[in-house]
């Protein structure tokens, strides 16, 4: 495995690659590394001659006061999971490789950005448009690989691609969890204890509302309704960041479930945010 952290070696060695007829897989992540991540890896590995790893805490996806700073970070460990999966290059630049000083340039999917994690991030999906479509433009990527759990983001990022004509085909894996129906998240170590024991909550509730749904429950108000009463007597500690009922590809709000319909919510349980989400109708 090769390791590059300068943006201009990673593209030329992607094009070698592609000149001797190889295509190309790219797992863009932020790192930290749990059972999620080497699930993508490891499809990923499936999809394509060459297998890329990104590794790269993008500071334009975070807000002010998020946790930039405090991201939890083990890049040797990373390094060793990812050789581990096949990976050909990891790539890891800081951020003055990726950014210019004077950087102006951003790219938006504003009509897809603005509910659901964009209502309390502003920023954030356009720092990751931004930072995707300059990892795809770096390593001509023929697929790329994205997990469930961030289920807006690849939504939007799958428009981007439609929208600007990126040739390159995006794939979604499955949500993976703790046997306790958690899902994995590097940020789930900033729960204490406690807070972890009642974690797992927050898919029981979604469930809950899965099954209304399935049993002939179409209201949005009613559904949103039993899974907050499920939260206020067995997640007393967690804080609501957003609870939406929207169409999944469209992200547009939904006020009856009568198609395709996705809910997904964000939690706050002391320093974590936790997202997750379920498709009421697939």
């Given at each position: 495995?090769?390791?590059?952290?300068?943006?201009?070696?990673?593209?030329?060695?992607?094009?070698?690659?592609?000149?001797?007829?190889?295509?190309?897989?790219?797992?863009?992540?932020?790192?930290?590394?749990?059972?999620?991540?080497?699930?993508?890896?490891?499809?990923?590995?499936?999809?394509?001659?060459?297998?890329?790893?990104?590794?790269?805490?993008?500071?334009?996806?975070?807000?002010?006061?998020?946790?930039?700073?405090?991201?939890?970070?083990?890049?040797?460990?990373?390094?060793?999971?990812?050789?581990?999966?096949?990976?050909?290059?990891?790539?890891?630049?800081?951020?003055?490789?990726?950014?210019?000083?004077?950087?102006?340039?951003?790219?938006?999917?504003?009509?897809?950005?603005?509910?659901?994690?964009?209502?309390?991030?502003?920023?954030?999906?356009?720092?990751?448009?931004?930072?995707?479509?300059?990892?795809?433009?770096?390593?001509?990527?023929?697929?790329?690989?994205?997990?469930?759990?961030?289920?807006?983001?690849?939504?939007?990022?799958?428009?981007?691609?439609?929208?600007?004509?990126?040739?390159?085909?995006?794939?979604?894996?499955?949500?993976?969890?703790?046997?306790?129906?958690?899902?994995?998240?590097?940020?789930?170590?900033?729960?204490?204890?406690?807070?972890?024991?009642?974690?797992?909550?927050?898919?029981?509730?979604?469930?809950?509302?899965?099954k209304l749904a399935q049993s002939g429950e179409?209201?949005?108000?009613?559904?949103?309704?039993?899974?907050?009463?499920?939260?206020?007597?067995?997640?007393?500690?967690?804080?609501?960041?957003?609870?939406?009922?929207?169409?999944?590809?469209?992200?547009?709000?939904?006020?009856?479930?009568?198609?395709?319909?996705?809910?997904?919510?964000?939690?706050?349980?002391g320093k974590a945010r936790l997202i997750d989400?379920?498709?009421?109708r697939p």
């Open positions: 495995m090769q390791i590059f952290t300068n943006p201009q070696e990673l593209s030329a060695q992607c094009k070698a690659w592609h000149r001797a007829g190889d295509d190309i897989a790219l797992v863009p992540t932020m790192g930290y590394y749990h059972q999620g991540h080497e699930d993508l890896m490891a499809f990923a590995r499936t999809q394509a001659k060459r297998l890329v790893v990104s590794l790269f805490v993008n500071p334009t996806q975070f807000g002010p006061g998020e946790d930039l700073e405090a991201y939890p970070r083990n890049a040797e460990r990373d390094a060793d999971i990812a050789r581990s999966h096949g990976a050909d290059a990891l790539f890891m630049p800081q951020p003055e490789t990726m950014y210019a000083p004077d950087h102006a340039t951003w790219v938006e999917v504003p009509e897809l950005s603005r509910g659901l994690c964009g209502l309390t991030r502003p920023v954030h999906f356009r720092g990751v448009c931004t930072v995707v479509l300059k990892l795809f433009m770096l390593t001509g990527a023929d697929v790329a690989v994205f997990g469930q759990k961030d289920w807006q983001q690849q939504a939007i990022l799958r428009r981007m691609v439609r929208d600007l004509d990126v040739p390159v085909r995006i794939e979604t894996r499955e949500t993976v969890r703790e046997a306790d129906g958690l899902a994995l998240s590097s940020r789930n170590v900033y729960l204490s204890p406690d807070e972890r024991a009642h974690a797992p909550e927050i898919r029981k509730a979604l469930l809950f509302a899965q179409t209201s949005v108000k009613l559904l949103r309704e039993a899974v907050l009463r499920r939260w206020a007597e067995f997640l007393p500690m967690g804080r609501l960041d957003y609870l939406s009922i929207v169409h999944p590809e469209s992200m547009a709000p939904l006020t009856e479930v009568t198609g395709p319909a996705l809910m997904a919510c964000a939690v706050r349980m989400n379920i498709l009421l």
